[in-house]
T-cell receptor, first 116, second 113 residues
Framework: AQKVTQTQTSISVMEKTTVTMDCVYE???????LFWYKQTASGEIVFLIR??????ENATVGHYSLNFQKPKSSIGLIITATQIEDSAVYFC?????????????FGSGTQLTVMP | EAAVTQSPRNKVTVTGGNVTLSCRQT?????MYWYRQDTGHGLRLIHY???????QIGDVPDGYKATRTTQEDFFLLLELASPSQTSLYFC????????????FGSGTRLLVI
């Protein structure tokens, strides 16, 4: 069965530092896709970045990057040079390629607070 | 601009009441989803659809009905609302490819008193 686990409930960091948020997943599928989303204080949920399981290179978009460790079933989100506006809840999600529903399975989220 | 629009943004109803949450997408996506978000549970799938007239059951469907009337419109129905259905509801759409992400609506906050 698919499962996505985020064990860090909340993290606080100082502005302009680097933060890593952890996510582990469970799947029997050999091909899958991993996503990170950001939920702002207003409630809006936006897509940030994706990692395809068959790619060895870690995905990078702007100041977001991923640490994909396939043998550990782990996909960490790294935010460099954090800004106050990065304060939000971050969700990890997974979709198996064989999934006929295309549904994403979400973790429970990590609250990030960036302090000035 | 392609988007997912939910209405209403906030809703208060009494126990046993009827509630309809609306979602419209202009992304030309085949798939649409209804999730609820509760503290400690993240996002849980209620129902989803892959096209007009289609409905599939999600992980937490009890107490909910849904209907996809067109490619664009997906409705979530609570016919006998209960306090346990107090939650933040999100609609999302996606393309029918495995690597496609979701586009989320802004959410509907429902309070059942």
């Amino acid at each position: 069965a698919q499962k996505v686990t985020q064990t860090q409930t909340s993290i606080s960091v100082m502005e302009k530092t680097t933060v890593t948020m952890d996510c582990v997943y469970e799947t029997q599928d050999s091909s899958y896709f991993l996503f990170w989303y950001k939920q702002t204080a207003s409630g809006e949920i936006v897509f940030l970045i994706r990692q395809d399981s068959y790619k060895k290179e870690n995905a990078t978009v702007g100041h977001y990057s991923l640490n994909f460790q396939k043998p550990k079933s782990s996909i960490g989100l790294i935010i460099t040079a954090t800004q106050i506006e990065d304060s939000a809840v971050y969700f990890c999600a997974m979709r198996e390629a064989s999934s006929g529903s295309w549904q994403l399975i979400f973790g429970s989220g990590t609250q990030l607070t960036v302090m000035p | 601009e392609a988007a997912v629009t939910q209405s209403p943004r906030n809703k208060v109803t009494v126990t046993g009441g009827n509630v309809t949450l609306s979602c419209r997408q202009t992304n030309s996506h085949n798939y649409m989803y209804w999730y609820r978000q509760d503290t400690g549970h993240g996002l849980r799938l209620i129902h989803y659809s892959y096209g007009a007239g289609n409905l599939q059951i999600g992980d937490v469907p009890d107490g909910y009905k849904a209907t996809r009337t067109t490619q664009e419109d997906f409705f979530l129905l609570l016919e006998l609302a209960s306090p346990s259905q107090t939650s933040l509801y999100f609609c999302a759409s996606s393309d029918s490819t495995a690597n496609s992400d979701y586009t989320f609506g802004s959410g509907t906050r429902l309070l059942v008193i």
